[in-house]
Structure formats: structure tokens, C-alpha cells
């Protein structure tokens, strides 16, 4: 889904942490795994698509739930997401996000 060079940026706090793909997944790829982070659900609940030949771009709004530690918490925020069309066809090469 993703081109192996893609920026991921999660802004919800001061500073931004930015991550390569690698970094990004290989945290969540162990969470899943050890049973930490169970029934964790993410979905659109507003947005909008732009686009401009082979590039193209996402905005809106979400909403996610999950369990951790036994305790279940839920969270809003905003989402970004920039595409380029490829010869195997529409990948992200970079997202950003904030939660509320």
C-alpha cells in the first residue's frame, strides 16, 4: 500500500515524530503480537479526495478504538494522505496525522 520510501508523520503533540516505513510498522507489527493492543479498529468518518493527474490527495476526519492493557479507549483526529500512481498502481507515499 505503501512506496518503501514513504514519510509517516504523527503530530499530536509539540513536536512531530517522523517515521520510515520500517519505523513505523515494526512498533505496531510487536504490539499486535505480544496481545498488548487487542480489537483495534480505525474508520473514516468524513473526507475528501483530490486529484491532479498521477498524484492525488485525502483529508478528513476519523475515529479509532481499541483495548490495551484492559482498558478500552477510543480517539478522533484528522488525517492526511499523499498518493502517486505507479505502474502497479496507487500507492501512499506519505500520511500524516493528528489526534484530538
Not at 39 to 68: C, H, M, N, P, V
Amino acid at each position: 500500500m505503501l512506496i518503501p520510501e514513504a514519510v509517516i508523520v504523527q503530530n499530536s503533540g509539540d513536536t512531530p515524530i517522523v517515521y520510515n516505513l520500517e519505523g513505523f510498522v515494526e512498533p505496531r507489527r510487536e504490539l499486535l503480537a505480544n496481545g498488548t493492543l487487542l480489537d483495534f479498529r480505525e474508520w473514516e468518518t468524513s473526507g475528501r479526495t483530490d486529484l491532479f493527474g498521477s498524484i492525488a490527495q485525502r483529508a478528513g476526519r476519523y475515529a479509532k478504538a481499541w483495548t490495551a492493557d484492559g482498558r478500552a479507549f477510543e480517539r478522533t483526529g484528522a488525517k492526511t494522505l499523499q498518493f502517486v500512481r505507479t505502474p502497479q498502481g496507487w500507492r501512499i507515499s506519505a500520511f500524516a496525522w493528528n489526534d484530538d
